[in-house]
């Protein structure tokens, strides 16, 4: 077996060989493979206990055998070795001998009478033994036959599936498509084809399916939309194509491919459809009374109308937890034991019921409610659900909403038989929605008559069995085995399924349940909204007044009655017997508010009074609507009405309430005003006069703004004017009020809208700001100052380069005469250690002058480009060139990518290699040792170069990006003591950049590395 025979190489497992020994059977032993040893004669020298096992001897009587004799033993169970069918045992001999002779280790297969699968080795020992090696792969031949069987069975589910759906590899072609896929999309027949590319089937569907072309005229907008959707794919989505409706769900795959399932949703859209037109109804009844409502089901929660947040003032809190302590937190303490009692009384009774009571809303504001209520009782008389009104009998404001909710398509759940009966793909939703209880207990390759007994005694039976015994079932369910039945609906507890059994093209059986709930709870809904209508009706104790135009059927609840003061069993008093109760001085108003909504449709709520029978004078308040057909004959008259007394007995009250905050205001320090927008009708305190210089003010906007500056007017009748169309519920304007003493005034004010969010009023305060814009001017002036100031430092040192430059060139000048010894030598060698010093600081003090120089030029204005067309290759390569011995110093690799290209670059040459160089030089500073620095240019999208120089150094901050490239700025003030140089590197080359029309970017990640981009303009670029 080679050198690793050797015994050196075995673990010191002690001195005496008899013992090592020992241990080395000990160990072979315990494998699960049958091992036999051969001498160089061919005898059995040692073998372990499968071996001995597996032939029923011992190891004594196995012991001197010779191969032969083996295979006579061995050729009593063996079928097949290799391709040699045994039928004799001098055929396993003459097999044996060739393979033992070579010992190669080459695998042998064998196969025994009973089915079990062996591979079988022969090794060459030392000394001319053999080592035989046989190992049981029963179990792994087996998974490779059922492998193949589970791949024709996917494709057998595929082609049954009722899902559209198609399946794109990672490579970006198409897999497979199913059959429905082509009942979505019918004008693709023939058309699609496994191996077309994702962007070839885009193609395809554009130039063939017209519905996709009317809504995507724009072919590469549409093709490039849906090419991102393989990287992206969209989230789940309702579509309609034809007269059909499909959820479309698109999802990646584990390896990177893309898989899209269509399912068809035409009766749930339906449905919905059918719901929604109930839920219309509802709302025009809701509209019509204009109240909160609230639903609270025992079991489900409660359920508050927008009007009923906005009364209790709770904003988006969701209330579908609440119980009755949490009502009663928000309801007056002095109330809560009658809401309560209240509550306690609905639970019991089957009435209408109604209490009065203050709501504390969480600003603190108070507002009063009246709820009327009614409840509804199961079969044990527990109530199960109570609903009604809630009315704000403060502002008399009321909005309704309802939701309906629709639950979301479960996917279908699958099962496969082949055509001998056996299991051989389910799913998990199967198992675990249908059959939970078993699904431990179902295996592949389950007979379906196991399956079948196994779902009996678990107890799942479908509701159309027509059996009651174990067998006789078994024999039902076997029979439709050979004959599927048609499509049926059952229901399995709570859920609704549909079932489809269908035999596959080699015989088997594909069975799909539909999980059909959705569709069942959306006519579920579809009655419960129409429960709900008649219970809020009922409920609510504003009176419903509701007549159908083309029967002529009158309907009104029993609040409508008590409110007119009508007997029970009384009829509904005609409009003209009505018209005659009203007071005489509101009833030529309510005649043409009648008429109003009979005509137009609808009207905004009037009130007036109204004697009932019982000779007593009631306000009432009263909405209405019209509906009408499609031919604009009215078919359905609906009103509203409650009876509004004590709220204007409360406005009486107000108005008193009112005239003592008007006498309040008078000794406020800002002006108080109030503008009622329809009317232009402006009040505001007398403290305005004061504020103005005036002793009178006419009552609109425009008096008061003709106190305003000429060009401040229409400045702030814009900025009102804004407010309105925007959803600003707040105005704050300055304006400028001229004369001797001149004022800057502020305007304040609170935007009060209607309900369809218009402007209707604006209540605030004007105070005086004039001190605040003094502050505010001088402020700028400083500001400007100091701006004079700045520039003049610039100007002073743009003007001043050559005074500067000067002297330092001299004096490095002759600290290199010095240095070299031109005239002589120097004598002393601290002389020449300090005439080094001398040149080295002098050269790096020219360095940091010349940079603020630079600066200051670019600021003052004073750098004028010298264009040239030049080849940026070139220049970069030579930048290399100058940087690339620091960079070696410090091990740094320098990749430049840039070759030379087919275009030049119109640019000045100097400032161009002041840029590069700049940004090298950086490059090599605040890289780490051993870096890495990449040079590269491209073409932007618009035209433009970029040049990129990307290190692997430092990085910068985060925080620090927005200031690096200011002037006399670095990343870090910590890098300015570490790296020398006055941080003005970047600021300079963005400044260059910036006079050719383009400028610098910096992508940068603290401890990973920087990337600087100069970028130029396409018109300095020459194809």
Known sequence: MGDDSDPAMLPALGNDADLLRRQFAEILDALPQAITIYDDTGRVVWCNRVL??????????????????????????????????????????????????????????????????????????????????????????????????????????????????????????????????????PELQGLVEPGQSYAHMVDLIWANVPAVRAQYPDREAWKAMRL???????????????????????????????????????????????????????????????????????????????????????????????????????????????????????????????????????????????????????????????????????????????????????????????????????????????????????????????????????????????????????????????????????????????????????????????????????????????????????????????????????????????????????PPPGLDAYLAQVHPDDRAAARDWFRDVLIAGRSDPIEYRYARPDGVQRWFSTRGVCQRGEDGRAIRFLVATHDVTDRKETELALRRSEERFALAIEGAHEAIWDWDIAADRLYAAPRLLDLLGVTRLGGTLGDLLAHAAAEERDRVRAEIAVAFASAADRLDIEFRVPGPNERWLKLRGFIVRNPDGAARRVVGSIGDVTDAKLAEAGLIAAKQTAELANRAKSEFLANMSHELRTPLNAIIGFSEIMQQELFGSVGNPRYREYVDNIAVSGRHLLSLINDVLDMSKLEAGQVQLDDDVLDPAQLIDTCVMMVRARAEARDIRVINQVRPAAVSLRADRRALQQVVLNLLSNAVKFNAEHGRITISLDRTADGGLALHVADTGIGIPRHALARVMEPFQQADMRLAREHEGTGLGLSISNALMRLHGGGLSIDSTEGTGTTVTATFPSERVIA
Not at 57 to 83: I, N
Not at 159 to 182: I, Q, T, V, W
Not at 314 to 320: A, I, K, Q, T
Not at 480 to 509: A, Y
């Open 228 to 570: 991102a959707t393989f990287d992206q794919p969209t989230a789940s989505r309702i579509r309609r194509h034809g007269d059909r409706w499909y959820r479309v769900s698109e999802r990646k795959t584990a390896d990177g491919g893309l898989l899209r399932v269509a399912v068809d949703v035409t009766e749930i859209e339906l449905a919905r459809a059918a719901a929604l037109a109930s839920e219309q109804r509802f709302n025009l009844a809701v509209k019509g009374a204009g109240v909160g409502l609230f639903d609270w089901d025992v079991e489900r929660g409660l359920y508050l109308s927008e009007r009923s947040r906005e009364i209790l003032g709770l904003g988006s809190e969701d209330v579908s937890g609440w119980r009755q302590a949490d009502w009663l937190g928000h309801v007056h303490p002095a109330d809560r034991q009658q809401v309560s009692a209240w509550t306690d009384a609905l639970m019991r009774s089957e009435g209408t019921l109604s209490v009065e009571y203050r709501a504390i809303r969480p600003d603190g504001s108070v507002r009063i409610c009246i709820n009327s209520g009614a409840s509804a009782h199961g079969n044990a008389g527990r109530a199960t659900r109570v609903a009604g009104s809630m009315l704000d009998v403060t502002e008399q404001r009321e909005r309704e909403r309802r939701f309906l909710d629709v639950l979301k398509h479960i996917p279908e759940s699958l099962t496969l038989y082949d055509a001998d009966q056996r299991l051989v793909l389910i799913s998990q939703r199967t198992l675990d929605f249908e059959i939970p209880r078993v699904r431990d207990k179902i295996r592949l390759g389950m007979s379906f008559r196991e399956v079948i007994g196994a779902i009996w005694d678990a107890g799942y039976i479908p509701s159309d069995v027509p059996f009651a015994t174990r067998e006789g079932f078994i024999e039902w369910r076997v029979g439709h085995f050979h004959d599927p039945p048609p499509p049926r609906l059952i229901q399995m507890g709570d859920v609704h399924v549909l079932i489809v059994e269908r035999k596959t093209v080699d015989g088997g059986l594909l069975r799909i349940t539909i999980d059909i709930s959705e569709l069942e709870q959306a006519r579920a809904a579809l009655t419960e909204a129409e429960q709900r209508y008649a219970l809020v009706v009922n409920g609510t104790d504003v009176g419903i007044y509701d007549w159908d135009v083309r029967t002529g059927r009158i309907f009104r609840n029993e609040t409508h009655r008590a409110i007119l003061g009508d007997a029970p069993g009384t």
């Open 52 to 185: 001995l096992r597996d032939f029923g001897l011992t190891r004594d009587a196995m012991v001197g055998r010779t191969a032969a004799e083996l295979s006579t033993l061995h050729a009593q169970v063996l079928k097949r070795f290799d391709d040699v069918e045994i039928v004799s045992a001098s055929d396993l001999i003459a097999v044996r001998g060739a393979s033992l002779a070579r010992a190669d280790g080459a695998p042998h297969d064998l196969l025994d009478r009973d089915g079990r699968h062996h591979t079988l080795r022969d090794y060459r020992l030392s000394g001319g033994g053999v080592l035989t090696v046989r190992s049981d792969e029963t179990s792994i031949a087996a998974a490779r036959l059922a492998a193949g069987t589970a791949s024709q069975s996917l494709a057998d589910v595929i082609a049954n599936m009722h899902e559209s759906l198609l399946f794109f590899g990672p490579d970006r072609c198409l897999k497979f498509c199913s059959a429905a896929y082509y009942v979505e999309f």
